[in-house]
């Protein structure tokens, strides 16, 4: 399958997008974004994701709300990155999620999977952003929802 590319090809780490760290910055790669979207990838492994030890041992399968969050950190990777939120550059971006909606959970996600998430930007407004995600794992879609994020500065 291929993904779109939005106007802006960044390749950044996720690390310089955010402010989230591991264990829990799952974004490993921006890929692209625009005022429209965005495109980001993650790859999970038990080395990176400790989750994995006690979410169905022997039968490990990445938990939703991880899948949700992984989404929401590519949308706002996107929006960090091309300078949405920066109306003083000495303020750090602040993306905090509000809502989850319709979420749906197609196909397991399993160690070892890399999965690309598309960001569609539904609706921006000063303080608020509405973002459909999809994310998918070897060209199927393996999960989507809508999310709500309170957009702001530090």
């Given at each position: 399958?291929?993904?779109?590319?939005?106007?802006?090809?960044?390749?950044?780490?996720?690390?310089?997008?955010?402010?989230?760290?591991?264990?829990?910055?799952?974004?490993?790669?921006?890929?692209?974004?625009?005022?429209?979207?965005?495109?980001?990838?993650?790859?999970?492994?038990?080395?990176?994701?400790?989750?994995?030890?006690?979410?169905?041992?022997?039968?490990?399968?990445?938990?939703?709300?991880?899948?949700?969050?992984?989404?929401?950190?590519v949308?706002?990777?996107?929006?960090?990155?091309?300078?949405?939120?920066?109306?003083?550059?000495?303020?750090?971006?602040?993306?905090?999620?509000?809502?989850?909606?319709?979420a749906?959970?197609?196909?397991?996600?399993?160690?070892?999977?890399?999965?690309?998430?598309?960001?569609?930007?539904?609706?921006?407004?000063?303080?608020?952003?509405?973002?459909?995600?999809?994310?998918?794992?070897?060209?199927?879609?393996?999960c989507?929802?809508?999310?709500?994020?309170?957009?702001?500065?530090?």
């Amino acid at each position: 399958m291929e993904f779109p590319v939005f106007k802006n090809v960044y390749n950044k780490p996720g690390v310089e997008l955010l402010p989230h760290r591991p264990p829990f910055l799952f974004v490993d790669t921006l890929l692209s974004a625009d005022e429209t979207g965005a495109v980001g990838e993650y790859t999970y492994t038990e080395e990176k994701n400790d989750f994995f030890k006690g979410h169905f041992p022997g039968n490990p399968i990445v938990p939703g709300v991880v899948l949700v969050e992984s989404m929401a950190q590519v949308a706002g990777a996107g929006i960090v990155a091309r300078g949405a939120l920066a109306a003083d550059p000495d303020k750090e971006p602040v993306f905090v999620l509000a809502a989850v909606e319709n979420a749906r959970f197609r196909s397991p996600v399993r160690p070892g999977d890399k999965m690309t998430t598309v960001v569609e930007n539904v609706k921006i407004r000063s303080k608020l952003g509405v973002f459909g995600l999809k994310g998918y794992v070897n060209g199927q879609l393996a999960c989507d929802c809508t999310v709500k994020c309170m957009l702001g500065e530090k």
